[in-house]
């Protein structure tokens, strides 16, 4: 069983999504798998590259119902101790992963952060 299961439900965001997934990648550690969902973007086209580009990311494919289905989707499918949710056009710091298995031990059932705007549509998630 993984400690942290990252579920993003992915919805023809590919710029920001590649962004988001490069950011993630130099955290994981073997404790974190990372799963995105694919709610039913234009044919298999994003599917495919992402898994090209990312061989780490388990991706899942879904006819288009929203992002509350594919979160659902996702929690359904993974297997992580805890779960986090990111949107697909969200980012998060450099070391937001560590943060969050470091806070695991204490007992926290919940584990509360701020985000900020960064440009129009676009958050970041803050840790503190």
Do not use: C
């Not at 779960?83 to 470091?102: A, G, M, T, W």
């Amino acid at each position: 069983m993984k400690k942290l299961s990252i579920i993003i439900p992915f919805y023809n965001t590919p710029d920001y999504t590649e962004e988001l997934l490069t950011v993630l990648e130099p955290q994981l550690t073997e404790d974190v798998e990372v799963m995105l969902v694919d709610d039913g973007t234009e044919k298999d086209k994003w599917s495919l590259w992402f898994i090209e580009r990312f061989p780490w990311l388990e991706v899942m494919r879904t006819e288009h119902q929203g992002q509350s289905a594919a979160r659902n989707l996702g929690l359904n499918s993974t297997y992580g101790e805890y779960i986090q949710f990111i949107d697909s056009d969200d980012l998060v710091p450099d070391y937001f992963i560590e943060e969050l298995l470091k806070r695991i031990p204490d007992g926290s059932d919940v584990i509360e952060y701020s985000w900020e705007h960064i440009q129009s549509g676009r958050s970041r998630f803050l840790i503190h």
